[in-house]
């Protein structure tokens, strides 16, 4: 299999840079900054990144009627929130169930499946599953008791993630393990039986010696499942390196790389699915995400370090038949991703969205540029990149979420936001209670 290849800053197989790659310069048409509306929620903890963390997948959501919002509140229990698509106010229950908001790994997620059940994972960081769903009851802020997926490697759980599928199938990946030795698991449910299956168990393994970081997954139009990660081969993050992906055609249960070429299970750091080389040692960021276009191309978003060793936001992506890869930022400030644990960074990660138009977003925060929320934007083939701000408010360590649904149905991207504060290696700062609100762009090309 073909892949760009960097060492750290060369370009590789394919002739193209990609930590090397200068930004392009404005194009004559310049994107308009989107409009902005704001929708507040309520008081939420934000001594750690706990409630705003780029793996927090789905903080928002939506189906045929109602936008939902989930977070822990100023004392550590679980918020559900909801409102009409249409609505600016929300009704905002607070549950029987506490997290440990101390550790910013312990994220809560919600989920919406197509027969109308939803479903919420909480508190995690290697422990036992914690999941409930709504199945049965008639009140929309009631999550049942807690129980089992599968039962299947449910015993070490880290960043649950639910993904829905266009035919209201929901996917549910997790780590089984911990960082530097871990392994990614995948559930299925099924609206039609209304049970969640063990896809696959693992279906990237680590085997002992390294720990896959998977991007956010997205289902395509066209139903394919698409995942994009890197391994780290020790809690230390300076030990990320290399990118690579996979689909599947099947509901998760077969997998191929991006040439087509079946991938045995499970994938392991051998596999042929590695698309861009990066060594260790160069800020590669675990954890960014994974969006795709009209075609149902992928696109992926992460940083890593530039030609003269400053981080820099990149894009990537595959046109169908070749990778490319090109610079979006132009920072200026180094810094060191060293060390285990939640680690204070000075830019999110970035999250990506396309546009039906094919017009690709990277959404960030970085405090060189006011550590505000900024957008990157690009159209095909995507070599010149325009910074939009957007929202001149300090978020300090925010990472950006956005409601999938919502952006695929009707073009808006609906981020949850919230100001928070986060300590180096898991410290937790003095940063009071700060509301949560749901802001919204729109009139994105």
């Known amino acids: 299999m073909r892949f760009i290849k960097v060492m750290p800053w060369v370009a590789g197989a394919l002739g193209l840079a990609a930590c090397a790659t200068e930004p392009g310069t404005a194009t004559n048409r310049p994107i308009q900054v989107p409009q902005v509306n704001a929708y507040p929620l309520g008081p ?52 029987n169930i506490s997290g440990n908001v101390r550790d910013a790994h312990n994220d809560v997620v919600l989920g919406l499946s197509g027969d109308g059940v939803r479903h919420l994972s909480y508190d995690h960081h290697n422990q036992p599953l914690r999941y409930r769903s709504s199945n049965g009851s008639s009140d929309w802020a009631d999550f049942g008791a807690p129980g089992p997926m599968t039962g299947v490697l449910e015993n070490r759980v880290t960043y649950p993630t639910f993904i829905p599928g266009p035919k209201g199938e929901l996917y549910f990946f997790y780590r089984d393990g ?35 970081y998977w991007w956010r997954p997205e289902v395509s139009s066209d139903g394919v ?61 675990n954890s960014c995400s994974l969006a795709t276009d ?55 990660r970035p999250e990506i969205a396309v546009s039906r138009a094919g017009t690709a977003y990277l959404i960030t925060r970085d405090r060189e540029f006011g550590g505000g929320l900024r957008l990157y934007a690009a159209r095909p083939p995507y070599a010149q990149w325009q910074a939009l701000d957007v929202l001149y408010e300090q978020l300090g360590d925010w990472e950006p979420s956005y409601d999938l649904a919502r952006w695929q149905r009707f073009g808006v991207l609906s981020l949850f936001v919230l100001s928070v504060r986060q300590g180096n290696n898991e410290q937790v700062t003095d940063f009071p209670p700060q509301t949560a609100k749901v802001v919204e762009l729109s009139g994105l090309e």
């Open 44 to 95: 939420a903890y934000a001594a750690t990144e706990i409630n705003a963390t780029i793996f927090r997948i789905e903080a928002l959501a939506s189906d045929d009627k109602y936008q939902y919002a989930t977070y822990y509140n100023p004392t550590g229990q679980v918020v559900v929130a909801r409102r009409l698509w249409t609505g600016r106010d929300w009704d905002v229950q607070t549950l």
């Open 225 to 285: 499942l698409h995942l994009a990660w890197c391994w780290r081969d020790s809690p230390d993050a300076s030990t990320n390196h290399d990118i690579y992906y996979a689909r599947s055609h099947d509901g998760g249960r077969t997998w191929e790389n991006s040439n087509g070429e079946k991938l045995a299970r499970p994938i392991t750091v051998q596999s042929d699915a590695k698309v861009l080389t990066i060594a260790k040692g160069q800020n590669l960021i």
């Open 178 to 212: 911990q960082s530097g030795n871990g392994r990614l698991c995948l559930n299925g449910y099924d609206p039609v039986t209304h049970a969640w299956s063990a896809l696959q168990s693992p279906l990237l393994e680590g085997a002992g010696q390294s720990s896959p």
């Open 294 to 348: 009209a075609q149902g191309h992928p696109h992926i978003a992460y940083y890593c370090n530039g030609p003269d060793g400053v981080p820099q936001y990149f894009h990537l992506w595959f046109d169908g038949s070749k990778w490319s890869a090109h610079q979006v930022s132009k920072r200026k400030q180094k810094f060191s991703l060293a060390g285990g644990g939640t680690l204070q960074i000075p830019l999110s």
